[in-house]
Structure formats: C-alpha cells, structure tokens
C-alpha cells in the first residue's frame, strides 16, 4: 500500500495563446477547473496504475472540498484520514500557455494546518513494507517528521522536491528515494548550471553522502536516474504536448505503484516515464493522469 501525506488542492485554469511577462495583461481562450494539489495528484496517478493508496491531508468546508476529492473517491482511494478544517481548500491559479507551458501560484488554505501530530499518526498506521509518498506543499515541519518516524521504522520514502522550497533539500536528503526536476536537483547538490556530466558526478556524490537513491526528470529528455551507484536513463514518449500540469505528479504517483507491484527500478522508471508523456496529451492535472490500461498499451 501507498500512504500519500501531502496536498489537495482545487486548480483554477485560463488557457492562454502566450503566458504573460510580469505586469503584462494577456487574453485568456478558456478556463477551467479540475481536482489538482502534488499530493493528491501522485495519489491518483499511484491509483490509477493499480496500487492501493491512502491519500492523508486536508480540506476546507468550502465548495471546492467535494471536487478537490471527486477523483481520488471514484478511483477507490482511501480518504478516511482526510481531515475538513475551517480554512479553505487549498487552490492553485494556473496559467496554460499554446505552447503547454505553464505558471502556478498555489495558496495552501488548508493544507497549511496539515501538521506533526497528523505526520505521527500518518507512519503509526502504515505497515513497514508500505511506501510513503511526499512533496513539499504541505508544512515541512509535518514533513520533516513523517520522515523521521518512516525512517526510523525503515519504511520506504519517496520525496518529490516539488514545488522548490528552503527546507527541500534537507527533506529530500532524508528519503529513500527522491525526485528532483533539474532546479531542484540543483539546489540538492547545492551547484548551479550543470551539464550532463556535471549532474551524473553530483548524482554519484550525493549517492555516496546517502546512500539514497536519485532520479532526476528532465522535461522533453525523459530521466536520469541513480540507484546503488549504477546510472539509467530512461525516455518516454515522444509526443507534442498539450498541457504538462500534472505530468511530474504522475511519473512519481506510477513509480512509486509500480515499486509496490514488485517492478525493478529501470521497469519502473520506464512505466512512469510513458504515464508522465501520457499525462501531457489532455488539459488539467487529475482528469490527465492516465489509466494503468492505456499506459501498458505504449510500453
Ligand atoms: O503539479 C501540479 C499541481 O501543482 C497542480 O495540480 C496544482 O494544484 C499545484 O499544486
């Protein structure tokens, strides 16, 4: 089983032909809403390739709550420990470019009060051999311990280092596994700018300081990944995309599912690569993420 600790947040969406300069007014072509938040979107993506998942986290008792969840209940995913607090759900404001691109201003509302107390008791329920799953948009003092507790236990942790935050390369030095973009994988090994060689050195480093493993995801080139001191690197599909809100949420969700079904590291990192390309073909971050069927038709 997966245990998901992280956010739920509603998505408010406006297509635009460009995305705007700072300051810059531009016309928007269409707008939307879809269930989003990192958290809930690597629970539904981790749901959908077949694992069983408990996503843990917070929302509002607000209008947004019941659709910030429609997703995950349809899919079967244990909510039971998704607290409705007095703060508003959590909302993203995204911004789609005609180029797929994207900008996100996400306000935490209650995945904000998302704490320690609900981190202890979030490993208490897991069995040992159950995967944790965490990202940085919910407090990361309740990050923080949720690792401890996990560690401590020798439960394996997964930490996407998405969104970038201060305490991001702390939190992800602390997991089994982490997932990093290439910023993120940056601030990681705290050197900036660089090339190919440069970041399978810095891979190599931080393996041999943690013992962790490392994949990097590097948009359009698929992945550069690090487990035990061998490098893999893995593609996915080669695809013009549509929207890539979501995609990152979705490698990670189908990699941590295809561990718990018992895949090797490389199968799952090329499952999760496909799922992630797949996830860029249809607009919104939940409604994109795609079924365990149609990944397995392009693998
Ligand atoms: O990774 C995409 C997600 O980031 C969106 O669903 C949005 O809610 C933000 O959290």
């Known amino acids: 089983m997966i245990t998901v600790f992280g956010s739920i947040n509603m998505d408010l969406i406006a297509s635009t032909v460009r995305l705007p300069k700072p300051g810059e007014t531009v016309t928007g072509t269409g707008f939307s809403t879809a269930a989003g938040g990192k958290g809930a979107n690597q629970a ?13 986290g917070a929302v509002g008792s607000d209008n947004f709550a019941a659709p910030a969840l429609a997703l995950l209940s349809e899919a079967g995913t244990d909510l039971s420990n998704v607290a409705h607090v007095a703060d508003p ?30 981190a202890v008791s979030t490993v208490a329920a897991m069995k040992d051999r159950d995967i944790l799953m965490l990202q940085m948009e919910i407090p990361s003092s309740a990050i923080h311990r949720a690792l401890l507790d996990a560690n401590a236990r020798g439960i394996t942790t997964i930490v996407n280092t998405a969104p970038l935050t ?6 992800g030095r602390m997991a089994a596994i982490v997932i990093a973009n290439e910023t993120e994988f940056e601030m990681l090994a705290s050197q900036q700018g660089m090339d190919d060689a440069a970041r399978e050195a810095a891979m190599q480093r931080i393996f041999r300081e943690t013992g962790q493993s490392l994949i990097v995801t590097l948009g359009a080139e698929g992945v550069i990944a690090l487990r035990e001191g061998k490098i893999y690197r893995v593609r996915g599909l080669d695809i013009q995309p549509v929207d890539t809100v979501g995609a990152g949420d979705t490698f990670c969700g189908y990699f941590a599912a295809s561990l718990d079904q018992g895949l090797n590291f490389e199968q799952a990192l090329r499952r999760a690569a496909v799922a992630g390309s797949l996830a860029c073909l249809k607009p919104g971050a939940q409604p994109s993420i795609p079924l365990a069927s149609e990944v397995e038709a392009k693998l």
């Open 44 to 56: 539904l993506a981790a749901r959908r390739a077949g694992a069983e998942v408990r996503m843990v």
């Open 166 to 171: 201060h305490e991001a390369a702390l939190l």
């Open 89 to 118: 759900t959590g909302t993203a404001l995204i911004l789609v470019g005609g180029d797929g691109e994207n900008m996100i201003a996400v306000v935490a509302g209650a995945n904000g009060t998302v704490d320690e107390v609900a």
